[in-house]
T-cell receptor
């Protein structure tokens, strides 16, 4: 158990809909990262927050948005869903402010999104 | 362009055998290199993190090597077990961003 909690574990929805994925980081970790992993593909970095502020942005679509709340949990909002958005969405947390350190990332078990 | 390339793409070996996975990178500047193990449908788990000055690092039956001059790393698995079946991902930290490799899918057969 990494200590990172993601909900829901599974989600099935229709095209055009909007969903929200939630992540609770490990106790004491201030950084939260979101990754997307499509079937048999590598992890694609979406976005990172540190202590409530956006720290880094990857290949995140404009239809996607995220935020980190004062209690440090984070939510990833996916809107106008398309079939291609079907993927595993992982959240990771670390204690350090940026990816550019030796800080270890701890990953949650992911949220599997299926868009029909 | 910052890139991390892993080989082979997939590998099948018999239980008990050893294997070596390769990672070549063109990331600059270089901060550290990480190997992660990802079981199917699960989140990645860190195996090792190596900085510029470290040549070898072990974690149980996993041994990672790093040659910063040739920009190559390898992950050696000794006496493989069925539970080693997973994807192994090489990640290079450069210029405050993580560059992820596509991974090597390892299958251990009994």
């Amino acid at each position: 158990d990494s200590g990172v909690t993601q909900t829901p574990k599974h989600l099935i929805t229709a095209t055009g809909q909007r969903v929200t994925l939630r992540c609770s980081p490990r106790s004491g970790d201030l950084s939260v990262y979101w990754y997307q992993q499509s079937l048999d593909q590598g992890l694609q970095f979406l976005i990172q927050y540190y202590n409530g502020e956006e720290r880094a942005k990857g290949n995140i679509l404009e239809r996607f948005s995220a935020q980190q709340f004062p209690d440090l949990h984070s939510e990833l909002n996916l809107s106008s869903l398309e079939l291609g958005d079907s993927a595993l969405y992982f959240c990771a947390s670390s204690v350090v402010p940026g990816q550019g350190t030796t800080g270890e990332l701890f990953f949650g078990e992911g949220s599997r999104l299926t868009v029909l | 362009k910052n890139q991390v390339e892993q080989s082979p793409q997939s590998l099948i070996i018999l239980e008990g055998k050893n294997c070596t996975l390769q990672c070549n990178y063109t990331v600059s500047p270089f901060s550290n290199l990480r190997w992660y193990k990802q079981d199917t449908g699960r989140g990645p788990v860190s195996l090792t993190i190596m900085t510029f000055s470290e040549n070898t690092k072990s974690n149980g039956r996993y041994t990672a090597t790093l040659d910063a001059d040739t920009k190559q790393s390898s992950l050696h698995i000794t006496a493989s077990q069925l539970s080693d079946s997973a994807s192994y991902i090489c990640v290079v930290n450069g210029n405050y961003q993580l560059i992820w490799g596509a991974g090597t899918k390892l299958i251990i057969k009994p």
